[in-house]
Structure formats: structure tokens, C-alpha cells
């Protein structure tokens, strides 16, 4: 059974900074790709980024504020998000594909495991 808990969310201030922690357990870490996705209220849920085992791949809007990494020794990824914006506010959930295609990579869809989310609120 797979599964992939977040933590780290919180309440931080404008400016401020969060590191995300996504967990895995039940499935070959090393050989998946691993994804942040978020969704605000009213919105539709987006790509952050992604890390594959060579590469990370980032959304438009991050615009060099967050960095995705992963430790296949403790079968975790992380996203540190600075300088973060009252736009950043949404639920940030990790999710894991078996296969990495550069074209789909900001699709959901093509995601096979997802965790439950964490809250991130930033405040103005």
C-alpha cells in the first residue's frame, strides 16, 4: 500500500519561509518522479514542480523561490519555499508517477499516488 503524508505546513508572514516534507512509503522511492502540487480555494489545483532523478522542473510562478529536492535514503521529498507570497496560500500536496514524460510532467492525471495535502497560509 502506498502512501505519501505531507508536513510542514503553516501560517507564515509574508516574506517568509516553509519547508514542505512529503513522505513515501510502499514503493520503490528511487525509481519515481516526485511532484508538489497546490490548490487554492476556488481554484483549480496546479503544478509547482517536479524532480526526477536527474532533473527538477519548475512552474512559471515560482520564479526561483522554491526548491524541490529529494532524499531516496529517507524516501522523501522536500519543497523549501522562501520569500513567499499571500498568492502562495493553498493546499500543497505531493504525488508520485511511475514514468517521466517532460510534456505531461504539469499534468495531474498522469500523477499515480497522491498524499492528503498540507495547509499553507501566508498572510499579508
Known amino acids: 500500500q502506498v502512501q505519501l503524508v505531507e508536513s510542514g505546513g503553516g501560517l507564515v508572514q509574508a516574506g517568509g519561509s516553509l519547508r514542505l516534507s512529503c513522505a513515501a512509503s510502499g514503493l520503490s522511492f528511487s525509481n519515481y518522479v516526485m511532484g508538489w502540487f497546490r490548490q487554492a480555494p476556488g481554484k483549480e489545483r496546479e503544478f509547482v514542480a517536479c524532480?526526477?532523478?536527474?532533473?527538477?522542473y519548475y512552474a512559471d510562478f515560482v520564479k526561483g523561490r522554491f526548491t524541490i529536492s529529494r532524499d531516496n535514503a529517507k524516501n522523501t521529498v522536500y519543497l523549501q519555499m522562501d520569500s513567499l507570497e499571500p498568492e502562495d496560500t493553498a493546499v500543497y500536496s505531493c504525488?508520485?508517477?511511475?514514468?517521466?514524460?517532460?510534456?505531461?510532467?504539469?499534468?495531474?492525471?498522469?500523477?499515480?499516488?497522491w498524499g492528503q495535502g498540507t495547509q499553507v497560509t501566508v498572510s499579508s
Open positions: 504525488a508520485a508517477r511511475g514514468r517521466f514524460a517532460i510534456a505531461t510532467m504539469k499534468y495531474a492525471a498522469m500523477y499515480d499516488y
Open positions: 524532480r526526477n532523478g536527474v532533473n527538477r
